[in-house]
């Protein structure tokens, strides 16, 4: 069985500088390179192997002082479809 991760929310692109009105999805990067199943409030999509086409990646300070940094991985989200190709 597949992995998968439940998220709380999605970011609207203009956060990041994008301009578009898909919203994205972001993932640790602890998951790169694996096949992960994302649901948000009973939707799910496949990404293929994240990391691969994805629209950005970014660092961040841990806010708890755990650990130095974390990153995160935006993919865009697309329920109910495979995220194998970005357009």
């Keep these: 069985m597949k992995?998968?991760?439940?998220?709380?929310?999605?970011i609207p692109a203009w956060k990041l500088g994008f301009f578009g009105r898909e919203p994205l999805v972001a993932v640790p990067d602890?998951?790169?390179?694996?096949e992960l199943w994302?649901?948000?409030?009973?939707?799910?999509?496949?990404?293929?192997?994240v990391g691969e086409n994805a629209v950005s990646h970014r660092s961040f300070a841990d806010k708890f002082g755990r650990i130095r940094?974390?990153?995160?991985?935006?993919?865009?989200?697309?329920?109910?479809n495979y995220q194998e190709h970005l357009f």
């Design 69 to 80: 940094e974390y990153t995160l991985i935006y993919h865009i989200w697309q329920p109910g």
């Design 38 to 49: 994302v649901q948000y409030v009973g939707e799910k999509m496949l990404i293929k192997k």
């Design 30 to 34: 602890k998951f790169e390179g694996k």
């Design 3 to 10: 992995k998968t991760y439940k998220i709380k929310a999605l």
